[in-house]
């Protein structure tokens, strides 16, 4: 009889954790940060990616880099996308408890700012927005507003840390553990 009890709990325990998934991540938001470098400029980068899984299934990952000089650390200028899209979830590769694997469908919508230096030597603004696209916009990217959505569209997996997800661990922080690299124009003014 204990062995079933035991039995019976066990597959409880599973199946709520499970069910946590979706239910835990949907409606939160998740941030990761990292330094980096334009090599080229001798400019130091901050990179900070964040992520909102709407309960209707969509997401927004907004990512931003934000340059400094090397020596003065004056501000350089700012590259700002905002990738939409839909997301599901499924049990974490690496096992972790506390984790889930998230898969960001190819993207339906984008928004790239880019600004500064990071955009001319003398700076300036550029912006293209697909669901608001202009000829001026076709102009500056050098392509058209599909080829643009299609240059952008890659299914990305992120690991999101949900301390929710396994209660006993205190030091766990709602987060993007895992980052992929994301597709990054090479468009310049």
Known sequence: MKKLLVLVLGLLLALSLSAAGAEGISGRTYVTSQPGTVEQMGWYTNNTSTVIFH??????LIFRRD???GEDLDPRGCCTIIYKGTWTDAEPEDEETSHRDVTLA???SVYYLQSGKLYTRSGGTQVLDTDNWTDSMTEQAGMDRDAFLEMMAQEYVLVIEEPALDEMDETLIPQIFEMPDLVMPAIQG
């Open 55 to 60: 309960e209707d299934g969509t997401y927004e």
């Open 67 to 69: 340059a400094f000089g």
């Open 106 to 108: 190819p993207v339906e």
